[in-house]
């Protein structure tokens, strides 16, 4: 037993407090998808050896475009050639306008 002195505190927490960053509820890299969206997301699109690797990978960098990622729906080379052609033909009919 401690003994009972002001400098000793005793916490009795099972979890994580949701505004901490390493807890289920918030948010390593600010993205504004929680920890738990981020693994959730990253476990239903990735095969289960991957999950805790690619789920690391997200929740720590905002900027990533793992395959899956809701953040960037063209992340294919054929995708990101689609939406550059779709941009292009709506500026020139509104230049023609």
Do not use: C, H
Request: hydrophobic share 50%.
């Amino acid at each position: 037993m401690l003994p009972q002195a002001p400098l000793y505190q005793v916490f009795d927490f099972k979890a994580k407090a949701g505004n901490e960053v390493f807890s289920g509820a918030g948010d390593l890299d600010m993205d504004g998808l929680t920890n738990l969206e981020e693994y959730n997301l990253v476990k239903a699109s990735v095969p289960a050896a991957e999950v805790k690797a690619t789920f690391v990978a997200a929740a720590m960098d905002p900027y990533n475009f793992w395959q899956g990622n809701p953040g960037m729906p063209a992340a294919t080379l054929a995708g990101l050639g689609a939406l550059a052609g779709a941009v292009i033909l709506a500026a020139r009919r509104m230049l023609q306008r």
